[in-house]
């Protein structure tokens, strides 16, 4: 009886305080009521309580079976702790590549590998801090009470998505969340970098179209808001869809309106002296074709995204 007694001291040190007694007192039950069913067959000996400890395993595997400790993140509120996550890490991922960005401009050394290198540094320095406070924030909330059903309590039938599979694509807004804040800080580079700095810049926007960084800079905000918005929605509903394909023709537009204006980007003679002349009169030359080549790259899209908002159309008729 003292190994019996050893055993279920061991397990109830495994368990939290208020369940020692109660769990201590049904696995002694048992345990005994198995050693009795053994005796009966085997008649009475040492070894049948020894067989049936070792049945039962490791006190720690046995507090488990009889107590089922609360997980950090409940399970149904796993769907939603990996959104968030999922949503904070590309934030940060998209603070990680502007910051380097910035950092390159005022440096004036534009160079991939450090981009690469030096976002992920950033980005790994803050999405593990993310990943503790989130992870707290979810155990303490939960400990309350499902996360997922105070937070989904109004959810009606009308909010059912009319197509499950017509999804936003999360890796397509962080590429717009990147690309129209990494366009502002271009248009913007006298605001935020040392006029000394700027000065060496080699480009700069030509005087005779420094409207369109008023106009592209409106364009940037708002299509930057769309895409903020939606890594808040799961499924697309009409409008919203409209307004992202409206934005893409939009920005066609302008690339055509560019294109036909040009230059738009014209290179400082004092600060370009150590660039080959070849490479400037590329950059000089080839502007009219890029933005022709963004326009019809853009135009495709927006043909397809007409063509899914049709399918999208018929479904909400159904």
């Avoid at 503790?132 to 009308?158: M, V």
Wanted: charged share 15%; glycine share 2%.
């Amino acid at each position: 009886m003292d190994l019996v007694n050893r055993y279920i001291s061991a397990v109830q040190q495994a368990l939290p305080a208020d369940k020692q007694d109660e769990i201590g007192r049904e696995l002694k039950a048992n345990i005994l009521d198995d050693i009795d069913a053994m005796n009966a067959q085997n008649g009475g000996s040492d070894d049948n309580v020894q067989a049936v400890l070792k049945k039962y395993g490791h006190p720690e595997l046995t507090a488990n079976r009889f107590y089922e400790r609360p997980a950090l993140i409940a399970g149904i509120d796993m769907a939603l702790y990996k959104k968030v996550l999922f949503h904070g890490a590309a934030f940060l991922f998209t603070y990680a590549v502007v910051l380097t960005v910035f950092a390159m401009l005022q440096d004036d050394s534009i160079n991939p590998i450090r981009l690469l290198l030096q976002s992920l540094m950033i980005f790994i320095d803050k999405v593990s801090l993310l990943f503790l406070i989130l992870t707290l924030t979810f155990y303490y909330l939960g400990k309350s009470g499902s996360i997922s059903g105070r937070l989904y309590k109004t959810w009606t039938l009308d909010k059912l998505p009319s197509d499950p599979s017509f999804k936003v694509s999360n890796s397509d807004t962080i590429t717009d969340i990147i690309t129209n804040s990494f366009l502002l800080l271009i248009l913007w580079t006298h605001l935020w970098m040392s006029n000394d700095v700027y000065q060496q810049q080699v480009l700069s926007l030509a005087p005779s179209a420094e409207h369109w960084r008023i106009i592209l800079t409106v364009l940037c905000v708002q299509s930057l808001i769309q895409a903020l918005y939606r890594l808040t929605q799961t499924y697309w509903q009409r409008r919203s869809y409209i307004a992202y394909i409206v934005d893409h023709a939009v920005f066609a537009l302008a690339a055509l309106f560019m294109a036909a204006t040009t230059p738009i980007i014209f290179v400082k003679e004092e600060a370009s002296a150590t660039i080959p002349s070849m490479i400037l009169s590329f950059v000089e030359s080839s502007q009219t074709h890029f933005l022709l080549s963004v326009a019809a790259i853009l135009v495709v899209l927006v043909i397809i995204q007409l063509t899914k908002l049709s399918r999208l159309n018929e479904i909400e008729r159904d």
